[in-house]
């Protein structure tokens, strides 16, 4: 799933997803006093557009160019608050200790042996931040091999919580219903979800 694969997937329709944040961001950053902000794979930009609503300065990567200029153009209201970034976090790490909330939200970051894209996005929280990771309930996935699609190949929120070392308390490790219907096409009724805080 490379830059290409992206790319022809958002060129394949006028619009991918809803166009409404995730509910699991919803639920677990309201509240949270607004900083500096990672949303990984932010595809339309829609959790992008209701962080920087709500006061956030949003750092917004994603390898898709597509979704990146379909996400701006629907953000004009808050271009100041929101860095459109081009990047593959699988090869190039986000900056370390920058961000009070990474958001991974339903993105495919495949288990690579020495775990190097995920402990770049752990080094990107800042000591007292928030690392936040949603997928979907492996119960509702099922491998496409014609798709060369393996929910095995990727990190589940568990999979991260056990990884976190003493500096990080979890506050949350859960599968919960989502609070949105599924997206079309699937039968995802259950997220799984990681909030964890790092503590230094």
Same mark, same amino acid.
């Given at each position: 799933?490379?830059?290409?694969?992206? &790319?022809?997937?958002?060129r +394949?329709? @006028?619009?991918?997803f809803?166009?409404?944040? %995730?509910?699991?961001?919803?639920?677990?950053?309201?509240? =949270?006093?607004? +900083?500096?902000?990672?949303?990984?794979?932010?595809?339309?930009?829609?959790?992008?557009?209701? =962080?920087?609503?709500?006061?956030?300065?949003?750092?917004?990567?994603? !390898? +898709?160019?597509?979704?990146?200029?379909?996400?701006?153009?629907?953000?004009? &209201? !808050?271009?100041?608050?929101?860095?459109? $970034?081009?990047?593959?976090? %699988? !090869?190039?790490?986000?900056?370390?200790?920058?961000?009070?909330?990474?958001?991974?939200?339903? /993105?495919?970051l495949?288990?690579?042996?020495d775990?190097?894209?995920l402990?770049?996005?752990? %080094?990107?929280?800042?000591?007292?931040?928030?690392?936040? /990771?949603?997928?979907? *309930?492996?119960?509702?996935? +099922?491998? #496409?091999?014609?798709?060369? /699609? @393996?929910?095995?190949?990727?990190?589940?929120?568990?999979?991260?919580?056990?990884l976190?070392?003493?500096?990080?308390t979890?506050?949350? %490790?859960? $599968?919960?219903? #989502?609070?949105?219907?599924?997206?079309?096409g $699937?039968?995802?009724?259950? *997220?799984?979800?990681? #909030?964890?805080q790092?503590?230094?």
């Amino acid at each position: 799933m490379d830059a290409q694969f992206w &790319d022809e997937m958002y060129r +394949s329709r @006028d619009q991918v997803f809803s166009g409404d944040p %995730n509910g699991v961001l919803v639920t677990e950053v309201t509240g =949270l006093p607004p +900083s500096q902000a990672l949303d990984v794979g932010c595809g339309e930009g829609a959790d992008a557009i209701w =962080l920087a609503r709500h006061g956030w300065q949003v750092t917004a990567a994603d !390898i +898709s160019t597509t979704a990146l200029q379909r996400a701006a153009a629907a953000a004009v &209201d !808050i271009k100041s608050r929101v860095a459109w $970034t081009r990047a593959d976090l %699988n !090869i190039t790490p986000p900056p370390a200790d920058a961000f009070d909330l990474v958001s991974v939200q339903y /993105f495919p970051l495949s288990i690579q042996p020495d775990h190097t894209a995920l402990r770049g996005l752990l %080094n990107a929280v800042a000591p007292g931040g928030t690392l936040l /990771f949603a997928s979907h *309930d492996l119960a509702d996935l +099922s491998p #496409r091999p014609e798709q060369g /699609f @393996d929910p095995g190949d990727y990190y589940r929120p568990d999979d991260i919580a056990k990884l976190l070392d003493h500096d990080w308390t979890v506050l949350i %490790n859960e $599968t919960r219903p #989502r609070t949105a219907p599924a997206p079309a096409g $699937t039968h995802h009724t259950h *997220d799984t979800v990681l #909030r964890a805080q790092r503590l230094r």
